[in-house]
């Protein structure tokens, strides 16, 4: 069956770094688009970035300049590198896998001010 588990998220200071990332299993990920969403308590999930089976990325306008999407097919992993972060990205991040509708179990993200 398909499996998407998170691993990176925790606590860090405003303007610091963390990097994500989502292993997949179940799935010939060299052929998948994915994509890592976000929900901060009490406002809806969305979409922080995506990468497609080719490697062509795109980013919520929130987070461009800082977020980096990346993938390893070899690993078959999808990683997420997020700096010079704020307050504002506190949330439960996602992995998303569009062709199955799979979601990973979400790792807590906590900028402190």
């Known amino acids: 069956q398909v499996q998407l588990v998170e691993s990176g998220g925790g606590l860090v200071q405003a303007g610091g770094s963390l990097r994500l990332s989502c292993a997949a299993s179940?799935?010939?990920?060299?052929?998948?688009?994915m994509g890592w969403w976000r929900q901060a308590p009490g406002k809806q999930r969305e979409l922080v970035a995506g990468i497609t089976s080719g490697g062509s990325t795109n980013y919520a306008d929130s987070v461009k300049g800082r977020f980096t999407i990346s993938r390893d097919n070899s690993k078959t992993t999808v990683y997420l590198q997020m700096n010079s972060l704020k307050p504002e990205d506190t949330a439960v991040y996602y992995c998303?896998?569009?062709?199955?509708?799979?979601w990973g179990q979400g790792t807590q993200v906590t900028v402190s001010s």
């Open positions: 998303h896998e569009p062709r199955t509708g799979h």
């Open positions: 179940g799935i010939i990920f060299s052929i998948n688009n």
